[in-house]
């Protein structure tokens, strides 16, 4: 099981970013997922979360209705659209997968390489 977090970069506040995560090596419809990011010196945040399906998706509060969470199980890849970013979006953003859990715990049993967003002027 692999997975793969791309996208990141520097921005501005009020841009917009679009992470990316590839999965291999297992069946990515079988699977929930989650974005999680790690602020410096804070500890790791569940961001949003998508079920098996792509059916059911979650927020936390500081994220919702700026961010959109999507996968495309054809190509085995998970999206997390980041829209009107503020600099307190401003972390690694790290990918999980997992067969038996959804949430925004840190339950996921399969964690990516994180991708590092920055948001300032």
């Known amino acids: 099981v692999q997975l793969q977090a791309s996208g990141g970069g520097l921005v501005q506040p009020g841009g917009s970013l679009r992470l990316s995560c590839a999965t291999s090596?297992?069946?990515?419809?079988?699977?929930?997922v989650g974005w999680f990011r790690q602020a410096p010196g804070k500890g790791r945040e569940g961001v949003s979360c998508?079920?098996?399906?792509?059916?059911?998706?979650y927020y936390t509060d500081s994220v919702r209705g700026r961010f959109t969470i999507s996968k495309d199980n054809a190509k085995n890849i998970v999206y997390l659209q980041m829209n009107n970013l503020k600099p307190e979006d401003t972390a690694v953003y790290y990918c999980a997968a997992d067969p038996n859990y959804y949430g925004l715990n840190s339950r996921y049993d399969f964690w990516g390489q994180g991708t590092l967003v920055t948001v300032s002027s």
């Open positions: 998508i079920s098996s399906s792509g059916g059911i998706t």
């Open positions: 090596g297992f069946t990515l419809d079988e699977y929930d």
